[in-house]
């Protein structure tokens, strides 16, 4: 059998380097989508890991609140989590399912030893947060450019959204989805287009006409201011003349706006009553304004507030020390108060007219820092 010995290596080495080209075949011919799935079931149980090492962090330092928070994230990307499961109180069953454990008693409030070191840890843990969300936020972009780059344009749509939900900030991933850095702000195309049309109503609205005669709230506080008036508005303001037209404008299309997008008609008009905007300089003033003009019976609020509002008559007053953007506060309580009377004068839903007001200041200038 000598003759055999020799051919018996070199058969099985032929087999090996066969078998070695079946594979790297199969390998070579896995499809873009299947790799697709792959790349994007890794990703997923990595970024579940993520939010479970930073919980486990927290959860050391008895920030229970955190920990929790960032567990029940990780189960949701990866719902067969077991320390996750076992650390949110869950009980694995004997089919595999996780149940609710009644036993488990799985902290939810932070315990930290002291107050001061519950603030830090909180400071600690939102840096931590954010570089874990930018890493998390790359790895998926990467992905919707390799799904980009295989003609999968769903999937790279799928991906960048994942990105960009994780980083709102992340500039390839936005530029990828058709978003457009107007102003420091992510807009859509539609949303750009939105703005340069509004941007060229309040340009077209009126500014109103000069008014010459001494008002009331001139006489009451001592103090000299520049007005002007539409049919609808009159603003009293310590910033000019120029700068009152300009908020006049803005009052004027924020109502055409709201009318228009809640679909109400104004005949007869909504508000019947001219709208009286007071804009003042300091707090003193402000405070003496509450004192002796504001409509209002009950001026408690009034006065710890930025400003005053009233509904019947409609009028808005503030001041600059407050720190509101006066552009700003003119659409947001044009809207406010628009919103009360579509509403009835007595049904104020604080919330819902906060929300309202800072959504239709946004959608007119591009931005909104007033609640």
């Given at each position: 059998?000598?003759?055999l010995s020799?051919r018996?290596?070199?058969?099985?080495?032929?087999?090996?380097?066969?078998?070695?080209?079946?594979?790297?075949?199969a390998?070579?011919?896995?499809?873009?989508?299947?790799?697709?799935?792959?790349r994007?079931?890794?990703?997923?149980?990595?970024?579940?890991?993520?939010?479970?090492?930073?919980?486990?962090?927290?959860?050391?330092?008895?920030?229970?609140?955190?920990?929790?928070?960032?567990?029940?994230?990780?189960?949701?990307?990866r719902?067969?989590?077991k320390?996750?499961?076992?650390?949110?109180?869950?009980?694995?069953?004997?089919?595999?399912?996780?149940a609710?454990?009644?036993?488990?008693?799985?902290?939810?409030e932070n315990?930290?030893?002291?107050y001061?070191?519950?603030?830090?840890?909180?400071?600690?843990?939102?840096?931590?947060?954010?570089?874990?969300?930018k890493?998390?936020?790359?790895?998926?972009s990467?992905?919707?450019?390799?799904?980009e780059?295989?003609?999968?344009?769903?999937?790279?749509?799928?991906?960048?959204?994942?990105a960009?939900?994780?980083?709102?900030?992340?500039?390839?991933?936005?530029?990828k989805?058709?978003?457009?850095?107007e102003?420091e702000?992510?807009?859509?195309?539609?949303?750009?287009?939105?703005?340069?049309?509004?941007r060229?109503d309040?340009?077209?609205?009126?500014?109103?006409d000069?008014?010459?005669?001494?008002?009331?709230v001139?006489?009451t506080l001592?103090?000299?201011?520049a007005?002007?008036?539409t049919?609808?508005?009159?603003?009293?303001?310590v910033?000019?003349?120029d700068?009152?037209?300009?908020?006049?404008?803005?009052?004027?299309v924020?109502?055409?706006e709201f009318?228009?997008?809640l679909?109400?008609?104004?005949?007869p008009?909504?508000?019947?009553?001219?709208?009286?905007?007071?804009q003042?300089?300091?707090?003193?003033?402000?405070?003496?304004y509450?004192?002796?003009?504001?409509p209002?019976e009950?001026k408690?609020?009034?006065?710890?507030?930025?400003?005053?509002?009233?509904?019947?008559?409609?009028?808005t007053?503030?001041f600059k020390a407050?720190?509101?953007?006066?552009?700003?506060s003119v659409?947001?309580?044009?809207?406010?108060?628009y919103?009360?009377h579509?509403?009835?004068t007595?049904?104020?839903?604080p919330?819902?007219?906060?929300?309202?007001?800072?959504?239709?200041?946004?959608r007119?200038?591009?931005?909104?820092?007033?609640?």
């Open positions: 059998m000598s003759h020799g018996v290596p070199r058969v099985l080495g032929w087999a090996v380097l066969a078998l070695s080209a079946i594979v790297l075949d390998q070579e011919s896995k499809s873009p989508a299947a790799e697709f799935t792959t994007r079931e890794t990703l997923l149980k990595k970024a579940a890991d993520e939010h479970y090492k930073l919980g486990k962090i927290f959860f050391d330092k008895r920030m229970f609140e955190i920990s929790h928070r960032e567990f029940t994230r990780t189960i949701r990307l719902p067969d989590h320390d996750a499961r076992i650390r949110l109180g869950y009980k694995q069953q004997t089919d595999g399912a996780w609710r454990d009644p036993k488990a008693k799985p902290e939810k315990k930290p030893a002291t001061q070191l519950e603030e830090e840890l909180k400071l600690t843990y939102e840096g931590k947060r954010v570089e874990m969300r890493k998390v936020a790359n790895d998926w990467a992905l919707g450019g390799f799904a780059k295989n003609g999968l344009a769903a999937e790279a749509t799928a991906a960048w959204r994942f960009i939900r994780y980083n709102p900030d992340h500039s390839e991933a936005r530029k989805l058709g978003y457009l850095l102003r702000v992510w807009v859509t195309a539609e949303e750009s287009a939105q703005f340069k049309q509004l060229s309040v340009e077209k609205a009126p500014g109103g000069e008014v010459k005669e001494e008002t009331e001139e006489k001592g103090i000299k201011l007005k002007r008036a049919g609808r508005f009159r603003i009293q303001t910033d000019g003349a700068r009152g037209a300009r908020r006049l404008k803005l009052a004027e924020a109502r055409a009318l228009k997008l679909e109400i008609p104004d005949d008009p909504l508000v019947a009553d001219r709208l009286e905007i007071i003042l300089e300091t707090q003193k003033q402000h405070l003496e509450v004192e002796k003009l504001s209002n009950d408690s609020l009034a006065r710890q507030a930025g400003g005053d509002v009233s509904y019947q008559p409609p009028v007053e503030g407050a720190g509101n953007d006066p552009e700003e659409i947001h309580d044009v809207i406010h108060i919103l009360v579509r509403g009835g007595g049904a104020v839903i919330w819902l007219y906060e929300g309202m007001s800072y959504t239709f200041t946004r007119i200038m591009q931005q909104a820092t007033v609640f």
